[in-house]
Protein backbone atom coordinates (compact mmCIF):
# COMPACT_ATOMS: atom_id res chain seq x y z
CA UNK A 1 0.00 0.00 0.00
CA UNK A 2 0.95 3.31 -0.96
CA UNK A 3 1.85 5.89 2.17
CA UNK A 4 2.32 9.25 2.99
CA UNK A 5 3.45 10.35 6.75
CA UNK A 6 4.04 13.99 6.97
CA UNK A 7 5.38 15.06 9.92
CA UNK A 8 7.10 18.34 11.73
CA UNK A 9 4.38 20.75 12.07
CA UNK A 10 3.45 22.51 15.19
CA UNK A 11 3.66 26.35 16.46
CA UNK A 12 6.51 28.41 15.62
CA UNK A 13 6.94 32.18 16.01
CA UNK A 14 6.40 35.31 13.21
CA UNK A 15 9.44 35.31 11.55
CA UNK A 16 10.81 32.21 12.93
CA UNK A 17 11.63 28.66 10.93
CA UNK A 18 10.44 25.41 10.90
CA UNK A 19 10.89 21.62 8.51
CA UNK A 20 8.69 19.78 7.24
CA UNK A 21 9.21 15.87 6.33
CA UNK A 22 7.13 13.40 4.23
CA UNK A 23 8.32 9.94 4.52
CA UNK A 24 6.94 7.31 1.52
CA UNK A 25 6.33 3.45 1.48
CA UNK A 26 4.93 0.94 -1.03
CA UNK A 27 6.19 2.36 -4.05
CA UNK A 28 9.98 2.93 -5.54
CA UNK A 29 10.09 6.74 -4.01
CA UNK A 30 12.52 8.01 -7.14
CA UNK A 31 9.85 7.22 -9.73
CA UNK A 32 7.22 9.94 -9.27
CA UNK A 33 7.85 13.53 -9.01
CA UNK A 34 6.00 15.18 -5.43
CA UNK A 35 4.11 17.81 -4.19
CA UNK A 36 3.36 19.82 -1.06
CA UNK A 37 0.28 21.59 -1.08
CA UNK A 38 -1.46 23.54 2.43
CA UNK A 39 -4.72 24.39 3.31
CA UNK A 40 -5.61 27.55 5.97
CA UNK A 41 -7.76 26.33 8.61
CA UNK A 42 -11.67 26.63 6.95
CA UNK A 43 -9.91 27.60 3.29
CA UNK A 44 -9.21 25.58 0.08
CA UNK A 45 -6.37 24.12 -1.13
CA UNK A 46 -3.41 25.69 -2.21
CA UNK A 47 -0.73 24.54 -4.23
CA UNK A 48 2.98 25.14 -2.91
CA UNK A 49 5.82 23.30 -4.33
CA UNK A 50 7.34 20.07 -6.06
CA UNK A 51 9.96 18.55 -7.22
CA UNK A 52 10.69 16.23 -9.62
CA UNK A 53 12.39 12.56 -9.34
CA UNK A 54 15.95 13.21 -8.87
CA UNK A 55 15.50 16.43 -6.95
CA UNK A 56 17.44 18.73 -9.37
CA UNK A 57 14.00 20.21 -10.75
CA UNK A 58 11.69 22.78 -7.71
CA UNK A 59 9.07 25.10 -8.75
CA UNK A 60 7.20 27.03 -6.29
CA UNK A 61 3.87 29.40 -5.58
CA UNK A 62 4.50 32.31 -5.67
CA UNK A 63 3.41 33.13 -2.51
CA UNK A 64 6.78 31.20 -1.21
CA UNK A 65 9.24 31.64 -3.84
CA UNK A 66 12.20 32.49 -1.86
CA UNK A 67 10.87 31.63 1.50
CA UNK A 68 10.11 27.49 1.20
CA UNK A 69 12.64 25.15 -0.19
CA UNK A 70 11.38 21.35 -1.23
CA UNK A 71 13.63 18.80 -1.23
CA UNK A 72 14.05 15.00 -1.41
CA UNK A 73 16.35 12.07 0.07
CA UNK A 74 15.97 9.09 -2.82
CA UNK A 75 17.82 6.77 -0.43
CA UNK A 76 15.96 8.14 2.66
CA UNK A 77 12.28 8.25 0.59
CA UNK A 78 11.80 11.25 2.57
CA UNK A 79 10.88 14.48 1.29
CA UNK A 80 11.36 18.26 3.07
CA UNK A 81 10.38 21.54 3.06
CA UNK A 82 12.18 24.12 4.87
CA UNK A 83 9.89 27.09 5.50
CA UNK A 84 11.64 30.30 6.32
CA UNK A 85 10.67 34.28 7.35
CA UNK A 86 7.25 32.47 8.40
CA UNK A 87 3.93 34.56 8.49
CA UNK A 88 0.51 34.09 9.90
CA UNK A 89 -0.92 33.82 6.67
CA UNK A 90 1.16 29.92 6.28
CA UNK A 91 -0.74 28.69 9.34
CA UNK A 92 -2.12 25.93 7.56
CA UNK A 93 -1.92 22.01 6.85
CA UNK A 94 0.64 21.06 5.03
CA UNK A 95 -0.51 17.97 3.00
CA UNK A 96 2.53 15.72 0.70
CA UNK A 97 0.82 14.09 -2.14
CA UNK A 98 2.63 11.95 -5.14
CA UNK A 99 2.21 12.52 -8.51
CA UNK A 100 3.08 14.47 -12.00
CA UNK A 101 -0.16 15.90 -13.41
CA UNK A 102 -2.53 14.73 -10.62
CA UNK A 103 -1.64 13.83 -7.09
CA UNK A 104 -2.79 10.53 -5.49
CA UNK A 105 -2.10 9.44 -3.03
CA UNK A 106 -2.12 12.30 -0.30
CA UNK A 107 -0.59 11.98 3.31
CA UNK A 108 -3.01 13.20 6.21
CA UNK A 109 -1.31 16.44 6.50
CA UNK A 110 0.60 18.09 9.58
CA UNK A 111 -0.29 21.62 10.74
CA UNK A 112 1.64 24.55 11.05
CA UNK A 113 0.87 27.41 13.16
CA UNK A 114 2.39 30.50 12.92
CA UNK A 115 1.74 33.07 16.33
CA UNK A 116 2.78 34.79 18.82
CA UNK B 1 -0.71 31.99 -9.91
CA UNK B 2 -4.28 32.49 -9.50
CA UNK B 3 -6.91 30.23 -8.32
CA UNK B 4 -9.41 28.49 -10.73
CA UNK B 5 -12.95 29.41 -10.28
CA UNK B 6 -15.73 27.00 -8.15
CA UNK B 7 -19.32 28.23 -7.21
CA UNK B 8 -18.51 27.95 -3.33
CA UNK B 9 -21.45 25.53 -2.96
CA UNK B 10 -24.09 22.93 -4.52
CA UNK B 11 -26.58 21.16 -3.68
CA UNK B 12 -29.07 18.28 -4.59
CA UNK B 13 -31.58 15.43 -3.58
CA UNK B 14 -30.66 11.54 -3.26
CA UNK B 15 -30.51 9.98 -6.97
CA UNK B 16 -30.03 13.66 -8.26
CA UNK B 17 -27.13 14.81 -10.40
CA UNK B 18 -24.98 17.86 -9.60
CA UNK B 19 -22.48 19.39 -11.79
CA UNK B 20 -19.35 21.52 -10.51
CA UNK B 21 -18.00 23.89 -13.05
CA UNK B 22 -14.19 24.67 -12.80
CA UNK B 23 -13.13 27.72 -14.50
CA UNK B 24 -9.37 29.03 -15.33
CA UNK B 25 -8.12 30.75 -18.35
CA UNK B 26 -5.73 29.80 -21.57
CA UNK B 27 -2.71 29.68 -19.43
CA UNK B 28 -3.94 26.61 -17.61
CA UNK B 29 -7.40 24.41 -17.61
CA UNK B 30 -7.40 25.68 -21.74
CA UNK B 31 -3.89 24.87 -22.58
CA UNK B 32 -3.65 21.44 -20.98
CA UNK B 33 -5.83 17.90 -20.41
CA UNK B 34 -4.76 17.72 -17.16
CA UNK B 35 -7.63 18.73 -15.03
CA UNK B 36 -8.49 16.53 -11.83
CA UNK B 37 -10.65 16.61 -9.47
CA UNK B 38 -10.59 15.32 -5.43
CA UNK B 39 -13.29 14.89 -2.62
CA UNK B 40 -12.38 16.10 0.78
CA UNK B 41 -14.39 14.90 3.75
CA UNK B 42 -14.01 17.26 6.94
CA UNK B 43 -10.59 16.00 8.55
CA UNK B 44 -10.12 14.11 6.02
CA UNK B 45 -6.90 14.35 3.32
CA UNK B 46 -7.80 15.28 -0.50
CA UNK B 47 -8.66 11.71 -2.06
CA UNK B 48 -8.55 11.41 -6.19
CA UNK B 49 -11.69 11.28 -8.26
CA UNK B 50 -10.77 12.30 -11.50
CA UNK B 51 -7.25 12.74 -13.46
CA UNK B 52 -6.31 14.02 -17.24
CA UNK B 53 -10.10 15.76 -17.44
CA UNK B 54 -12.36 12.44 -17.68
CA UNK B 55 -10.56 9.38 -15.91
CA UNK B 56 -11.33 7.87 -13.14
CA UNK B 57 -8.82 5.60 -10.88
CA UNK B 58 -9.81 2.70 -9.82
CA UNK B 59 -12.09 2.24 -7.10
CA UNK B 60 -13.94 5.70 -8.01
CA UNK B 61 -17.84 4.93 -9.18
CA UNK B 62 -18.70 6.04 -12.95
CA UNK B 63 -21.43 8.24 -11.57
CA UNK B 64 -18.43 10.68 -11.20
CA UNK B 65 -17.42 12.05 -14.32
CA UNK B 66 -15.37 14.75 -15.96
CA UNK B 67 -15.42 16.59 -19.09
CA UNK B 68 -13.85 20.01 -20.47
CA UNK B 69 -15.04 22.71 -22.63
CA UNK B 70 -11.90 25.67 -23.44
CA UNK B 71 -11.36 27.48 -20.07
CA UNK B 72 -14.12 25.40 -18.15
CA UNK B 73 -13.66 22.10 -16.79
CA UNK B 74 -16.79 20.00 -15.04
CA UNK B 75 -17.41 17.42 -12.80
CA UNK B 76 -20.72 15.62 -12.92
CA UNK B 77 -21.71 13.30 -10.04
CA UNK B 78 -25.38 11.33 -10.85
CA UNK B 79 -27.12 9.24 -8.53
CA UNK B 80 -26.44 11.56 -5.32
CA UNK B 81 -26.10 9.32 -2.44
CA UNK B 82 -25.13 11.12 1.23
CA UNK B 83 -21.24 9.84 1.23
CA UNK B 84 -20.85 12.30 -1.58
CA UNK B 85 -21.21 15.27 0.51
CA UNK B 86 -18.06 16.95 0.63
CA UNK B 87 -15.78 19.73 -0.66
CA UNK B 88 -14.53 19.26 -4.50
CA UNK B 89 -11.55 21.04 -5.54
CA UNK B 90 -10.44 21.50 -8.90
CA UNK B 91 -7.07 21.24 -10.02
CA UNK B 92 -4.57 21.90 -13.49
CA UNK B 93 -1.19 22.12 -14.60
CA UNK B 94 -0.63 25.24 -15.39
CA UNK B 95 2.88 25.79 -17.12
CA UNK B 96 6.55 25.70 -16.40
CA UNK B 97 5.89 22.62 -13.54
CA UNK B 98 2.96 24.77 -11.47
CA UNK B 99 -0.38 23.82 -10.75
CA UNK B 100 -3.43 25.73 -9.65
CA UNK B 101 -6.17 24.91 -7.54
CA UNK B 102 -10.27 26.11 -7.18
CA UNK B 103 -11.55 27.99 -4.59
CA UNK B 104 -13.95 24.19 -3.64
CA UNK B 105 -16.84 23.68 -3.56
CA UNK B 106 -19.00 22.46 -0.62
CA UNK B 107 -21.85 19.68 -2.29
CA UNK B 108 -24.54 19.21 0.01
CA UNK B 109 -27.10 16.18 0.18
CA UNK B 110 -30.08 17.25 0.64
Known amino acids: EVQLVESGGGLVLPGGSLRLSCAASGYTFSDYWIHWVRQAPGKGLVWVACINFEGDRTTYADSVKGRFTISRDNAKNTLYLQMNSLTAEDTAVYYC?????????WGQGTLVTVSS | QSALTQPRSVSGSPGQSVTISCTGTSSDVGAYNYVSWYQQHPGKAPKLIIF???ERPSGVPDRFSGSKSGNTASLTISGLQAEDEADYYC??????????FGGGTKLTVL
Open chain 2, 52 to 54: DVR
Open chain 2, 91 to 100: SSYAGRFTWV
Open chain 1, 97 to 105: ARGGHYLDP
